[in-house]
């Protein structure tokens, strides 16, 4: 892992980027600050001018990681707004942001603090913004075409588990496809999607 030289700008992401790329090398557990400030070439006591401790900085890298996968839900959803295939291109962003990305798809859902609320009033944006923002999308679909919602609580949810389960499918190491994912996500969403 070569060091990164930090220069002056945002400290608290290089640091949190820095943190990224160690944990990915080297794992969580060996994992310290003094470490990463030396990476970032800062003094050790720099990194706690942003964070109290080691779990801090955790749960400040698991943000980021979360905050970067909503940014990419809420561009498709700008982007495909008014398309009839938005939930599908939709899922197929959420599959295909831990295929391009899979130490995140492990390191945020193997985490105990990771809150995942199914219901239809999820708004806890705070909590978990990617579910909330998948849930929030597909139930504005599917109160549009006027689903009772208890139907359209089942929807979500079996909708969040296919993206949810092909997102752990293709982040596994030893799984062999014979096609492209990027090609054929959208494809295997839409042939067992859940039809208005």
């Given at each position: 892992?070569?060091?990164k030289?930090?220069?002056?700008?945002?400290?608290?992401?290089?640091?949190?980027?820095?943190?990224?790329?160690?944990i990915?090398?080297?794992?969580?557990?060996?994992?310290?600050?003094?470490?990463?400030?030396?990476?970032?070439?800062?003094?050790?006591?720099?990194p706690?001018?942003?964070?109290?401790?080691?779990?801090e900085?955790?749960?400040?890298?698991?943000?980021?990681?979360?905050?970067?996968?909503?940014?990419?839900?809420?561009?498709?959803?700008?982007?495909?707004?008014?398309?009839?295939?938005?939930?599908?291109?939709?899922?197929?962003?959420?599959?295909?942001?831990?295929?391009?990305?899979?130490?995140?798809?492990?390191?945020?859902?193997?985490?105990?603090?990771?809150?995942?609320?199914?219901?239809?009033?999820?708004?806890?944006?705070?909590?978990?913004?990617?579910?909330?923002?998948?849930?929030?999308?597909?139930?504005?679909?599917?109160?549009?075409?006027?689903?009772?919602e208890?139907?359209?609580?089942?929807?979500?949810?079996?909708?969040?588990?296919?993206?949810?389960?092909?997102?752990a499918?293709?982040?596994?190491?030893?799984?062999?496809?014979?096609?492209?994912?990027?090609?054929?996500?959208?494809?295997?969403?839409?042939?067992?999607?859940?039809?208005?």
């Open positions: 892992m070569k060091e030289s930090y220069h002056h700008g945002d400290l608290r992401r290089a640091l949190i980027e820095t943190g990224i790329d160690f990915k090398e080297k794992g969580e557990e060996a994992l310290s600050l003094r470490k990463i400030a030396e990476m970032c070439g800062v003094s050790n006591a720099a706690y001018a942003h964070f109290k401790n080691k779990d900085f955790i749960a400040a890298v698991q943000r980021y990681v979360m905050d970067l996968f909503a940014a990419a839900l809420e561009k498709t959803i700008a982007e495909y707004k008014d398309s009839l295939s938005l939930l599908p291109i939709l899922g197929k962003t959420y599959v295909m942001y831990f295929y391009q990305n899979p130490f995140y798809y492990d390191f945020l859902f193997s985490r105990k603090n990771i809150s995942i609320k199914l219901s239809l009033d999820n708004t806890d944006i705070e909590e978990n913004p990617p579910l909330a923002i998948l849930q929030k999308t597909a139930a504005s679909v599917f109160r549009k075409v006027k689903l009772p208890k139907v359209i609580q089942d929807k979500m949810i079996a909708m969040w588990a296919l993206v949810h389960g092909l997102a499918i293709v982040t596994m190491p030893n799984i062999e496809f014979d096609d492209n994912w990027e090609k054929r996500i959208e494809e295997i969403i839409k042939s067992i999607s859940i039809p208005y």
